[in-house]
């Protein structure tokens, strides 16, 4: 059986369309956990109206935690022999299960991770090229750099191995996950999955690419990730808590065959990247926290912070890999050239005048 875990924060209006979908897959056997994260909608009743219908439903009502808390909470409660996360408000092909299953029992896999696309205002997004599954095993050369692509995110030295770092479209064996304690973590808001992805594929002795998209991500101005007022919002302990996250990041690419060269490179791109991410915490829009002055000093201290830690050699020379995510032409060679322009600025002591241009004109935003 495969538990399918869906946490649900008021999505009243996308419960039933995504259900109809998972109900319609062409394997039968799987039961769907809804964990409910404190919704304040009429989730909950629209779940309990499904649950009449269909015995496969499980639904649970729990404080609000977010959204790694609720997947961990279902991943407690798991019945399955095997596991698949599904969000809330995304669409799934009718034969996802069926298709991910065949691979994980075909190749003996500890997880196997398909094709995505998006799904935007009614229109689909390309679909990747289908072809045969690919096997990895830790024995094999290739192994390393696939889980490049993975951690580095954009940065890798062999970039034509791409695994996404979403935990969506992937089945996993329910007892591997146990075994090796791979849970989901909070470091710095919308990375959890992303971490959860590279604990799984670090430790699997054998994973399997399946090309087919079996899954939508629907982009909308309500979710998560795409609304500005969610997402522009202040992070208490961002800076404390990316030091975390890089402790993770460090230890994960040990593993993966770099040089110590490619090591260092990925330490810079982590410190430029927290000194942003501080900056954009203080700066986003609809964020009225603090004061410009406060603001800025809270900045000041955090570059401060990594002065003392130690700087990176050539900090800013090569561009945040990540300000550029899925852009192309002139508005990706606009955001490296911002990104520039503020790392200078926090770097030669003129935090206030990062702060204040980020704020009031320039806009940019780096926590995903």
Same mark, same amino acid.
């Given at each position: 059986?495969?538990?399918?875990?869906?946490?649900?924060?008021?999505?009243?209006?996308?419960?039933?369309?995504?259900?109809?979908?998972?109900?319609?897959?062409?394997?039968?056997?799987?039961?769907?956990?809804?964990?409910?994260?404190?919704?304040?909608?009429?989730?909950?009743?629209?779940?309990?109206?499904?649950?009449?219908?269909?015995?496969?439903?499980?639904?649970?009502?729990?404080?609000?935690?977010?959204?790694?808390?609720?997947?961990?909470?279902?991943?407690?409660?798991?019945?399955?022999?095997?596991?698949?996360?599904?969000?809330?408000?995304?669409?799934?092909?009718?034969?996802?299960?069926?298709?991910?299953?065949?691979?994980?029992?075909?190749?003996?896999?500890?997880?196997?991770?398909?094709?995505?696309?998006?799904?935007?205002?009614?229109?689909?997004?390309?679909?990747?090229?289908?072809?045969?599954?690919?096997?990895?095993?830790?024995?094999?050369?290739?192994?390393?750099f696939y889980l490049q692509s993975l951690i580095l995110r954009g940065v890798s030295p062999h970039p034509e191995y791409h695994i996404t770092v979403?935990?969506?479209?992937?089945?996993?064996?329910?007892?591997?996950?146990?075994?090796?304690?791979?849970?989901?973590?909070?470091?710095?808001?919308?990375?959890?999955?992303?971490?959860?992805?590279?604990?799984?594929?670090?430790?699997? =002795?054998?994973?399997? &690419?399946? #090309?087919?998209?079996?899954?939508?991500? $629907?982009?909308? @101005?309500?979710?998560? !990730?795409? +609304? %500005?007022?969610?997402?522009?919002?202040?992070?208490?302990?961002?800076?404390?808590?990316?030091?975390?996250?890089?402790?993770?990041?460090?230890?994960?690419?040990?593993?993966?065959?770099?040089?110590?060269?490619?090591?260092?490179?990925?330490?810079?791109?982590?410190?430029?990247?927290?000194?942003?991410?501080?900056?954009?915490?203080?700066?986003?829009?609809?964020?009225?926290?603090?004061?410009?002055? =406060?603001?800025?000093? &809270?900045? #000041?201290?955090?570059?401060?912070?990594? $002065?003392?830690? @130690?700087?990176?050699? !050539?900090? +800013? %020379?090569?561009?945040?890999?990540?300000?550029?995510?899925?852009?192309?032409?002139?508005?990706?060679?606009?955001?490296?050239?911002?990104?520039?322009?503020?790392?200078?600025?926090?770097?030669?002591?003129?935090?206030?005048?990062?702060?204040?241009?980020?704020?009031?004109?320039?806009?940019?935003?780096?926590?995903?």
């Open positions: 059986m495969i538990s399918v875990i869906i946490p649900i924060y008021n999505g009243e209006e996308f419960i039933e369309d995504t259900y109809r979908q998972l109900a319609a897959q062409t394997e039968r056997d799987f039961e769907l956990l809804y964990v409910d994260d404190g919704s304040l909608d009429k989730s909950g009743e629209r779940i309990a109206a499904l649950a009449a219908e269909d015995d496969r439903i499980r639904y649970f009502r729990k404080e609000n935690g977010g959204i790694a808390s609720a997947r961990n909470y279902g991943l407690d409660r798991a019945r399955g022999e095997y596991v698949c996360f599904v969000d809330q408000d995304d669409f799934v092909k009718p034969d996802m299960l069926a298709v991910m299953l065949a691979d994980i029992k075909t190749t003996g896999a500890d997880l196997v991770k398909a094709g995505t696309n998006t799904w935007t205002d009614g229109t689909e997004g390309a679909v990747h090229t289908e072809q045969e599954s690919v096997l990895v095993s830790s024995a094999a050369g290739e192994r390393n979403s935990v969506w479209s992937c089945l996993f064996c329910t007892d591997f996950l146990r075994k090796h304690n791979i849970r989901f973590y909070r470091y710095c808001d919308y990375e959890d999955d992303w971490i959860f992805c590279i604990q799984a594929f670090l430790a699997a =002795e054998r994973f399997c &690419l399946e #090309k087919k998209t079996l899954y939508s991500w $629907r982009i909308h @101005g309500r979710s998560e !990730s795409h +609304n %500005r007022i969610k997402k522009d919002r202040y992070l208490e302990g961002l800076y404390e808590n990316h030091k975390k996250m890089e402790a993770f990041l460090l230890e994960a690419v040990e593993e993966i065959g770099l040089t110590d060269a490619q090591k260092e490179d990925f330490r810079r791109e982590l410190q430029k990247q927290r000194l942003l991410w501080v900056l954009s915490n203080e700066t986003g829009r609809g964020i009225d926290r603090h004061t410009l002055k =406060e603001s800025s000093r &809270l900045v #000041k201290q955090a570059v401060a912070a990594e $002065r003392r830690r @130690g700087l990176c050699k !050539s900090l +800013n %020379r090569c561009p945040l890999s990540i300000s550029g995510y899925g852009t192309t032409g002139i508005k990706r060679q606009y955001h490296l050239l911002r990104d520039r322009l503020l790392t200078f600025l926090l770097l030669h002591h003129m935090e206030a005048l990062a702060v204040l241009l980020n704020k009031k004109l320039l806009h940019g935003r780096w926590h995903i």
